[in-house]
């Protein structure tokens, strides 16, 4: 009954910010949203930005210096803010989690359904 959901994508101009967020929904006994990932039609499917397990952020090379990052735990959300957005941003934007759905259950890990960005002039 755990389920990620994505919000916040849509069609911008070249140059334009979006932000995305990721919620968890459903019940569940403790949850941890890792990242972002994106894949576009045709290319394997690509982390974006995370956090690590020591706590720090890594971003994709191509994200650097665009994206950010960040979460509220009060809220089970995370956020990518997207600024500067290139056409080759284009593509599925997922969250990724892991996390237990009851106390006793083995991790397991959920992803979103997805957020369609689109970068076009």
């Known amino acids: 009954q755990v389920q990620l959901v994505e919000s916040g994508g849509g069609l911008v101009q070249p140059g334009g910010s979006l932000r995305l967020s990721c919620a968890v929904s459903?019940?569940?006994?403790?949850?941890?949203?890792w990242g972002w990932y994106r894949q576009a039609p045709g290319k394997q499917r690509e982390l974006v930005a995370g956090?690590?397990?020591?706590?720090?952020?890594v971003y994709a090379d191509s994200a650097k210096g665009r994206f950010t990052i960040s979460r509220d735990n009060a809220r089970n959300t995370v956020y990518l803010q997207m600024n500067s957005l290139k056409p080759e941003d284009t593509a599925a934007y997922y969250c990724?989690?892991?996390?237990?759905?009851?106390?006793?259950?083995?991790?397991?890990?959920?992803w979103g359904q997805g957020t369609q960005v689109t970068v076009s002039s």
């Open positions: 990724n989690a892991d996390g237990h759905s009851d106390r006793w259950s083995p991790i397991t890990d959920y």
């Open positions: 459903g019940r569940f006994f403790s949850i941890n949203i």
């Open positions: 956090f690590t397990r020591g706590g720090s952020t």
